[in-house]
């Protein structure tokens, strides 16, 4: 059986670049993590990767929320302990 922490990286795996810039900036600007990264370099680097490639996000922040399976890895990702947070914030920031 997968532990939590793989349950939620295979899920990042099977995400589109879009939807892993969507969880890193979710990530990075909620106040409900502990990540250990600057998370005010790191959200405003995604951000700017993300309006570079999707044109309905420079329209709309809150459209990160529509997306499901975002917000269920955030949910999930906000349940875990510091040091889970930062390895899955590492794996996160590795992947893109």
Known sequence: ????????INMIKE??????????????????????YNKKEMFEKMDNQLKKIDD??????SGIYDHTVVM????????????????IAMYLVNSI
């Open 72 to 87: 269920f890895v955030m949910s999930k990702v906000m349940e875990f302990t510091k040091e889970e947070q930062n390895r």
């Open 1 to 8: 059986m997968l532990n939590r922490e793989e349950y939620i």
């Open 56 to 61: 309905t996000y420079i329209m709309s922040f």
């Open 15 to 36: 995400m589109d670049i879009k939807d892993k810039l969507r969880l890193g900036i979710a990530m990075f600007s909620s106040s409900y993590t502990n990540i250990n």
